[in-house]
């Protein structure tokens, strides 16, 4: 079981915010990659109302080492009062693409 890799979830309210966030983790070496899933539509509760809206989800790979940074970039990056952030560990994966990935995104 691996838990040194983790897959990060995110929404965005438009692909303009996807994109730049999906660039900025990148650039910063937080993310490995970030793939943009357009044509969501999240059903939830916000402040004792139940609503609906179309997003884009980040799907972002990671490192555990790299978790603090790339959650207090997320929320200096983000528009939302409350984005969605969760972190879910990658329990197993080609070897070689897990490699790639630390090799990708490195403690800051």
């Not at 899933?37 to 997003?55: H, L």
């Not at 984005?83 to 070689?96: K, R, S």
């Amino acid at each position: 079981m691996n838990k040194k890799h983790l897959i990060v979830l995110n929404t965005c309210p438009d692909a303009e915010t996807a994109r730049r966030i999906a660039g900025a983790l990148v650039e910063r070496r937080l993310a490995a990659c970030v793939n943009i899933v357009a044509g969501i539509e999240s059903v939830y509760r916000w402040q004792g109302k139940v609503t609906s809206d179309n997003e884009y989800l980040l799907v972002i790979k990671s490192n555990h080492d790299c978790y603090a940074a790339l959650e207090q970039a997320l929320q200096a990056l983000h528009p939302y009062e409350l984005p969605e952030i969760v972190a879910v560990p990658i329990e197993a994966g080609l070897p070689a693409y897990l490699d790639w990935i630390n090799n990708n995104s490195k403690r800051p």
